[in-house]
């Protein structure tokens, strides 16, 4: 099959053309992603911005995409687009435009759940097989999850309060580093003691595989204040020390995931597969590949390009739900809320259902 593939979930502008057939591995043939600029003054994400840049540059990257690919409208397959969980004006301009490329070129159209994305590009990469263990550690999402298969997933921990990208964007931005925090973090911690500190390391001990970062953003706030004004060595010494608490933390957590992955599939060749942003940072990598050693298990981390949001992981994920069969109608409606796992207990919650 042949399927473009279109995300505007959060601040990435991107499309893409992939070609294969499930379990994979399939073909990227063109694929583009517009990264906004406009976020870094305000340290965050800003919605309205990020919908209107969407708006202003969607149709020129889907161009740009197919061109690369070499193919036209009427070569496609299929159309999918993500549809949640993200912010909602985002996600309405990805969507929509999905809609009309699809009704234009009458092919069909696949709303697809960005976290499923993420959780299938090991097998656009890979052709890793079902099932396997997923870490998906963004600046929105922290979760460990089984990958039993398309629409099969299970839960075994995720964040009752901060992300993982979350807390590495507000430490930096306590520190008086740029945004996006992550890699500003990681890379001021290179120079730092990561002994330096004491932080506590939440959750780690406990049964279960649930995160909770806030009392760690809190305490890292507390000691800059006690040494504030801070000098460069100061940032970097916190920078260590925090990078190091979430190191240990990430381990811990995974290590829980593992066992209950083991127990429940032991006739699996067990797979760790690491997904979103922060899974570039070295110091968690490194940690993530040491753990796989020791548990037996084959790590799997896609190119940072695919871990990161992408277009590319979303036409993979069309294309297997093709095959299935599940194609969707033009109402089909944006959800900013849009837990992987619709059976498992949603921490979090309001209007719009729950957060995870």
């Known amino acids: 099959m042949i399927v473009l593939g279109i995300e505007t979930s959060c601040d990435e502008t991107a499309a893409a053309v ?63 687009a993500t549809a949640g969980p993200g912010l909602i004006g985002a996600l309405l301009v990805g969507l929509t435009t999905g809609k009309a490329i699809a009704m234009a070129a009458g092919t069909p159209l696949v709303s697809v759940n960005h976290l499923e994305a993420h959780a299938l590009t090991a097998r656009l990469t890979d052709g890793l097989p079902f099932p396997y263990l997923l870490l998906l550690v963004s600046g929105g999402h922290t979760q460990l999850i089984k990958v039993a298969g398309l629409g099969r997933y299970k839960r075994y921990g995720t964040t009752i309060d901060d992300a993982l990208g979350e807390a590495f964007d507000k430490t930096a931005k306590l520190l ?26 939440p959750m780690v001990g406990r049964i279960g595989a649930d995160f909770s970062l806030s009392g760690l953003k809190t305490a890292i706030r507390l000691e800059a204040e006690t040494v504030a004004p801070l000098s460069d060595t100061d940032v970097a010494d916190l920078a260590a020390s925090f990078q190091a608490a979430i190191v240990d933390v990430v381990a811990d957590r995974t290590r829980h995931a593992m066992a209950a992955f083991a127990a429940e599939e032991p006739n699996a060749a067990p797979a760790l597969v690491v997904a979103g ?80």
């Open 277 to 356: 942003g922060v899974a570039a940072n070295r110091s968690i990598r490194g940690t993530l590949e040491a753990l796989a050693a020791e548990t037996g298990f084959r790590l799997v981390a896609p190119p940072l390009e695919l871990c990161t949001d992408n277009a590319a992981m979303v036409a993979w994920a069309g294309i297997e739900r093709m095959e299935a069969g599940l194609v969707d109608d033009m109402g089909v409606a944006a959800r900013p809320r849009w837990p992987l796992d619709a059976e498992a207990a949603g921490i979090g919650g309001g209007m719009k259902g729950a957060r995870a």
């Open 176 to 201: 008086g580093l740029p945004y996006p925090g992550g890699p500003a973090v990681e890379a001021a911690a290179r120079q730092g003691n990561p002994a330096r500190f004491t932080l506590p390391r």
């Open 18 to 80: 992939v070609t294969g057939a499930s379990p994979g591995p399939g073909t990227i043939d063109g694929q583009v992603v517009l990264s906004q600029a406009d976020h870094a003054a305000f340290g965050g994400v800003v919605p309205e911005i990020a919908a209107r840049a969407h708006v202003e540059a969607l149709d020129r990257v889907v161009a740009a995409a197919i061109a690369e690919a070499g193919v036209s409208f009427a070569d496609l397959d299929a159309v999918a």
